[in-house]
């Protein structure tokens, strides 16, 4: 699944590009996981004023309302000025003066959603839950702090559900439980404070690199210009069961959390 830096990556890679641009046409294909919610001759003349981000989804400003997409389990994005006739999973288009913007979904657990603002009740309910952005100025300590004490889950099962930060997935919350030296099993609560600046520290930091090497692409994965990531290879306990712990030479462990993989050196993360 695309998490936060793969999204990010994604906006980097087109945001400037679309801005400016009027949308021409709107074509959507097979049904994706929630309706668009409007017709699509509705976006037709509407001008494309940016494209932000919000934990995983990406907002496309318009002139009249947003767009949010959601690039779901194995959605990516592409926009040029040409694209090849669509595929069987290209499931949204949208062709604008300045290039066409394409998702391509092949599980279709992706979205492309229209909201009128917002603080429309469509859109807040896609992200009036979402936590503190993790890259932002507003993910401050002691709040982070106070949050894993009110917490009784184990650590990383904290990290994945997005409400006390969002966009730490799968990949990255291995990754920076091992950084921080904090076993994934571990009650939130009965993290140290001290600890829980490691672990603050380690998420801005793991997640800044992520976005630097282009996201991490495990299988299909790419930006809108059609670059892959680079990220997963310079991991240093995902997808790595079995391997010496790049550190200290101990086998990586795997184990089986909320149905999730986790991995992580019970050597080096002893907290």
Known sequence: MPELPEVEVTRLSFADRIAGASVVSVTMGKPLRWALGCAPAKLAGQLVLGVRRRGKYLLIDLSDGLLLVHLGMSGSL???????????????????????????????????????????????????????????????LPEFQAALKSRQTAVKQVLLGGEVVVGVGNIYASEVLF???????????????????????????????????????????????????????????????????????????RIMQGQRSTFYCAACQKF
């Open 78 to 140: 592409v926009f040029a000025r040409h694209l090849p006739a669509p595929g069987k999973h290209d499931h949204f288009e949208m062709q604008t003066s300045q290039g066409c913007l394409r998702l391509n979904d092949p599980r279709r657990f992706g979205a492309v959603v229209y909201a009128r603002s917002q603080s429309d009740p469509v859109a807040q309910k896609l992200l009036g839950h979402l936590g503190v952005e993790p890259l932002d100025k507003t993910f401050a």
């Open 179 to 253: 950084l921080a030296g904090i076993r994934p099993t571990v009650k939130a609560c009965k993290i140290s404070r001290p600890r829980a600046a490691l672990l603050h520290a380690a998420i801005v930091e793991v997640l800044t690199k992520a976005v630097e090497k282009g996201g991490s692409t495990l299988r299909d994965f790419s930006n809108a210009q059609g670059e892959k990531g680079y990220f997963q290879l310079e991991a240093m306990v995902y997808d790595r069961a079995g391997l010496p712990c790049r550190r200290c030479e101990a086998p990586v462990r």
